[in-house]
Nanobody, 115 residues
């Protein structure tokens, strides 16, 4: 079973950038497509971005397209989310998981964007 640990969140002003990391345990990490999701207060968890097993294919939610970049390093068992031009509406707890989600959810990492 793969275990997921997200990090890299924080407080940033609108227009700023953050880079999130998701470290996965388990030797089979590279076999899975991976995604980032987020959950804002009082809202359901939503899809943010996805990447296939070798990083050759990515897709994004319309709300983040052109601002966020998902990538992965299979040698490090890590998937990343580079977030640029952040907006207050990006404020949420960010999670990673396989695509579709198969693993136990991690604790996530809080991203707060001030206006």
């Amino acid at each position: 079973q793969v275990q997921l640990v997200e990090s890299g969140g924080g407080l940033v002003q609108a227009g700023g950038s953050l880079r999130l990391s998701c470290a996965a345990s388990g030797r089979t990490f590279s076999a899975y497509a991976m995604s980032w999701f987020r959950q804002a207060p009082e809202k359901e968890r939503e899809f943010v971005a996805a990447i296939n097993w070798n990083g050759g294919i990515t897709n994004y939610a319309d709300s983040v397209k052109g601002r966020f970049i998902i990538s992965r390093d299979n040698a490090k068992n890590t998937v990343y989310l580079q977030m640029n031009s952040l907006k207050p509406e990006d404020t949420a707890v960010y999670y990673c998981n396989s695509n579709p989600p198969q693993f136990r959810w991690g604790q996530g990492t809080q991203v707060t964007v001030s206006s």
